[in-house]
């Protein structure tokens, strides 16, 4: 059992309550009575992800075009290790802070520190230092794909045998010799992969890597980028395939109208939504003590009945407890699904207004 000081949301009345490694408690605030819950770290003790020092540090960003806000006061951090998606709809500003955060462009205001140096008037040493895929990529089209790798590797002082291997590995080993002007816009993204990559920086920023890439195209991406990640790179992806970012992320960071709306680990914004695991049994029949047998199990939150079935929102551990009280109720359960909240839930609802 551990104890944790909270305080509450609403009112700042602090608290101290206990729990598992791993428990997630519904908590009423004995003061307001504000209602929420509040989930006990899985592992204790195990050094978290932002506890690593920061590779990327962003305060108080603003640019403005035409006195139009396109980011606005946007403040965030990457730490090195981390894989951090950046979400956001269309329009929102991430192409515009990832180019401030690059050198591309200046800000009206605020402060941008890549591995705690100020680099935002030396765009040389950005270059040598991070690895860049921008949303549009381009090349030289009237050169082919390696000569554009190799005049690139030199600009970076990176090793030119990296450059055939590199072309092998995504998929263009038959287009090594052919222009890039008359590349696909897969395979200019292919490209530009490649070229983000050479010199093996230790800091990645990919604007939208999937673009135009074929399913099995993506599937390589998303590994490449995991083993990336795993061999050191801090890895700062924006991306609007949510199944892609919930799968390889440690956090996102999610932009709404150039403000940053919220920072977390995905099942930290999913807490904080309140979105649970939702059990769906299709039963042969359904009875009213059914529903007020699950109903009093502890970590069940609600209960719903949709025609033969009944949908029910509870803790993950309390699932099978629920499918043994309605064997032992002798109902006849038909079929079990579970759906587990998405990343896809987490965006429409703080994308929804300017903030939850
Ligand atoms: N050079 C520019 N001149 C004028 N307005 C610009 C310029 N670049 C961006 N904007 C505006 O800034 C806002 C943010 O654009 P940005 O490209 O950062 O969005 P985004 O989040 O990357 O969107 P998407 O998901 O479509 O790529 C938009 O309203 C856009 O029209
Ligand atoms: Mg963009």
New binding site residues.
Partial sequence: MIEKKIKCPSCGYETTIQGKLGESKKITCPKCNKKGFFEFSKQKGTKKITDNPMMLSVTSLTKS??G?K??NNASFSVHKGEIFGFL??????????IKAILGLLYPNNGQILIDNQNLMHDEKKIKEQVGYLP?KVAFYENLTALQNLEFYAEMKNANKSQCKPLLKEFGLADAMDQKVGTFSKGMNQRLGMARAIIGNPSFLILD?PSSGLDPRGVVFIREKIKTLNEQGATIFI?S?ILSEIQAICHRVGI?NK?SIVAVDDISNLQNRLQLRPKLVLTLEKIKKDFISAVEAIEGVFSVKQEKDALEVFCRKDVKANVVLTLSKKKAKIKDIQTMNPSLEEVFMRFTEADTV
């Avoid at 956001?88 to 802070?97: E, F, I, L, Q, V």
């Fill in positions: 075009f035409n139009k396109a980011v956001g709809p269309n329009g929102a500003g991430k192409t515009t802070s949303e939208e924006s609007h932009i150039g």
